[in-house]
């Protein structure tokens, strides 16, 4: 087995919200919580990465891994508009100070889905005043806590709003084609109830958490988000390393569809490069491959292994992801993301070992790429669907809160250099 050298960032991620548990000040804790919820179950005390970070970062670190991607929790930091907490910032001081001891690179992100659910009030991610919100919360952070921070993403998935408008497209398109005489917008109207009791007082149909599907305005505040917080972050800390965070796939186009395939990674990726001309990274993350045809994205292939989630197995994916974004970007790489769910350890196994050897081609082949992290750490809380879904590296029974690293953490640290 072929290892890294000692600099490159080899770790695992985790998004505070799924993790720490107790997040009531946040968007999504609001969302979960009341009747008719879209979520499977709420999100409660998770697996209580709040108050066991340090065995979970020294689990971690014992593997031989030295980076962490985690989240300082936005919703935490700065509850009420005119409130940032002091206990909150201490808690993310102290766990920053202990990766720091344990020989872990931290790589924050400030911004993982999760917003406090004030925001939402103020017009959520539709919003031209969330740019200035974020900016002000980063800033407050990094004046803080900046000189223990290196490396930085500002929003997890700028493009996640955008491909779930394609994801809602596709889905009424299949429910108008199977169930004709559905009335789609008494149905919509009827899943924006629970929203209203969520956020009462606000106007439904404005109410625009981070995972709403968004309009191209609505990217564009994404967008100028990002921009703002690098540029107030680095106006405090100039050293700081600042990147976004992209969900891309490996799009695979059946021939004659390379011209339906570059306009989905033009959605995807090319037109948000003018927004980060002066970024240090980006942030690349990748689950599997999309193979394109006359009609856009196909299914897996007929037999292919899915994962838990639904998605073809497909290790390679990264390592082709990768050697795309490199055409067009020419600034370091880190893969902020790469993962699957599946109960049977030794697939994830098997995933991380052909999935790093895509990524150490690449560096042999000259691509800047500084770090890997597996997603996740933890088996945690999967949004909508709950805590069933198992990425992690460390398996957590949540009755008693016990972690039991998996083989996979013992092979992925054995890459470390
Ligand atoms: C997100 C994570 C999520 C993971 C697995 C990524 O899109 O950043 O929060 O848990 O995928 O679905």
Known sequence: MKKFSSEFLLGAATAAHQVEGSNTNSDFWAMENVTGSMF??????????????????????????NAYRFTIEWARVQPAKDIFDDNAIRHYREMLEYCRAKGVEPIVTMHHFTSPKWLIYEGGWENESTADYFAAYCSCVVKELGHLMRYVCTINEANMGLQLVKLVKDMMA???DVQTGIDMNALMAERMKPMTVAFPGADPGKIHHFLSPRTPEGDLVIARAHEKARDAMKAVRP??????????????????????????????????????????????????????????????????????????????????????VSKSWKKPIIITENGLSMDDDSRRVEFIKRALKGVQSCIDDGIDVRGYMYWSLLDNFEWMLGYEKTFGLIAVDRTTQTRTPKESLTVLGGYRG
């Open 40 to 65: 499977k179950e709420p999100s409660g005390d998770s697996v209580d990465h709040f108050n066991r970070y340090k065995e979970d970062i020294g689990l971690m670190a014992n593997a031989g891994l």
């Open 174 to 176: 299949k429910l108008g």
């Open 239 to 324: 050293e700081l390393q600042i990147g976004i965070t992209l969900s891309l796939h490996d799009f695979q186009p059946q021939p004659g569809c390379e011209a339906i395939a570059h306009a989905e990674w033009d959605e995807e990726f090319l037109h948000y490069l003018p927004h980060l001309e002066k970024d240090d990274f980006i942030g690349v993350q990748n689950y599997s491959r999309r193979i394109i045809g006359k009609d856009g994205g196909l299914p897996p292939p007929e037999g292919a292994e899915l994962t838990q989630m639904g998605y073809e197995y497909y290790p390679e994916a990264i390592g082709n992801v990768v050697r795309t």
